[in-house]
């Protein structure tokens, strides 16, 4: 039966072409905007790592003035300064940890044929690469010696090595960073990220950076942050080794990966004692407040969907209702001009229900229609978006419909049908059978 | 087959309240063919409508092959429709997107039969009114006359126990007029039972009976006299109900 109502309603959507394109086109302008929408939304919002969310974790320590409130949302600085990441590196109860941040250095080639060139460099630990799963074409990353001496390694990502080595096994090779050779150990894969999960705390849309070094590195080569940096007091010292490591400056994005959840409270433990130390020798003069935070939480705390984005989604969500309601309009006389018609199905023993679902799936199927053609006014839509904002983007198909994406605007398509086709629907089906069939 | 008892339909406006049958008695018997009659505006259409379970009415009982079926629910009124009652309009009210054969399908489907027996009955029923040929034609590709027959076809199909025509013969000229009044006398004549309505004398004359309708009450129930020769019957298949 479901098949035979499906054919009349395919029957009436063909009787009156023009009113059911107009109807189709209300739906797809709805359906459009909502899943473009709600697509930016979707890629902002998903968790690369979403099998670490109870292990690996983001640290956060409240060292800051006790006199005034720290910048950014959350009541404590998004990252923490050197001389705590060196305190709480010295914990061994993480599986895996590291600090790291990015410093702009000029590359300078083997090849006296290609130009030296800047690039931001991430300082970090060898822990990294497990940590988020990074993928390496050629090698790996290196090892816990090449962390603590530090070594003159570097693993590179896929563009500078296509720049510095035509994109060969480039394993073994060098390239010089500022003043000081680095030996390449590996080479990554692609590596686009949804998000840059590891830094939220700068655009989370761009690409990873394309070279790394040991954490280490930091002293000898006196290497500034280019990243996000905050700090409340001046320090004094005459070296850079004196000033950072006295430095109350919060610039270094720190992570924890544990063996298990059940690790959290004894790592938390571990936090605390640390700030009460360092409370006893005059700094943490705030309340107590380290947090461990998984991605899931801290990419709502720290707004990696922006407001506007969220406000968007939302925006075209209403319209697509306000869409649908003004088509009600349509249907209703669409489906009353019928009634004779229906007057006739009556007698010849259509229930109210058989008409009803005969009508509502003419409108689910109306509601399809503009779905489908909706989704390529997304997919328009999301093409524009990628090349407008370029620059700022991980990959040329960064916003894109995935399966979540299809299956939402599908879901999307058949309510703005329901709520089309409900009421009329319902109005037809209540028509007596016996006032029409004259003029049937 | 049919038994009313003081049915009373109203049709109310915000102004008017219009008595359309008024205390409505009678009994219409099993094979019987009744031919219902009175001037416009006497209540032939609404009591049509009223025993074709397509009409509420406000007081009395009525009776439809012996269920009371004065307070029945739409999904029960509608499967009594589709079973034991057969609709014959004047305007023969096919649906047009429709071909012949999907309109005579109509209310087998939602009787839920299966494919085959649809395509069994409907191949019957078409062949019976002499239009097989045109199964595969949509309605505005048919004389007036073939409408007719295919909304005769439509009610062979569903072998109902009444049919019900409102004016059968009110749009077709008279040779096709007799043709379709021999369609239905066959049908009768098989055993299904016709209530018809009718301005046209010499297809009341068809009839057994005849039950004379003004202001919404029966003021007449007449015995029809046979006429000894019938006029000659148009070419097409024996009518089986």
Redo the contacts between chains.
Sequence with gaps: ?LA?HLRLAW??V??HPVLSALIVAGIALGVGLSTWALTVRHVLSRNPLPHKDETLLYVRMDAWDPAVDPPHTGGIPTQITYRDLRGIMESDLPLRQAGSYVSNLYVYPESPDVRPFRELVRLTWSDFFPMFEVPFRYGGPWDEAADARPEAVAVIGSEVNQTLFGGENSVGRTLRLRDREFTVVGVLDDWRPSIRVYDLTQNPTVPPEDIYIPFNWIEPMELQTSGNIDGWRSTDGETFAERIAASESVFIQMWVELADPGDRAAYQSFLDAYAADQKRLGRFQRPLDNRLTPIPELMEELEVVPEQAQAMAAASLLFLLVCALNLIGLFLGKFLARA??V????????????VFLEHLLEAELVGLAGGALGLGLAAGGLALLNRAMAEQLASDAYFRLDGTMLAAAVLLSLVAGLVAGLYPAWRICRV???RH??Q? | MLEMENVTKLYRTDLVETRALKDLSLVVGAGEFVAVTGPSGSGK?TFL?VA?L??AFESGTYRLDGEDVSRLS??RM??L???KIG?I???F?L????DVADNVE??L????LSGKERRQRVDEALGSVGLLARRNHLPSQLSGGQQQRVAIA?VLA?KPRLILA?EPTGNLDSAMSREIMDLLEEVNQAGTTVLMVTHDPASADRAHRRLHLFDGQLVESSAVVKPLVRPAAAGHGAASA
């Design positions: 039966m035979y029957l009436s063909r009787r004779p018609q007057g006739v199905r009556r007698a010849l023993g259509a229930s109210r229900w058989n007596p059978p016996a069939l004259k049937a | 259409t409508n074709g397509l009409d739409d999904r509608s499967r429709r589709n079973e609709f309009f004047q305007s009210n649906i047009p997107d429709l109509v209310p489907r939602y009787r839920g439509r569903a409102d």
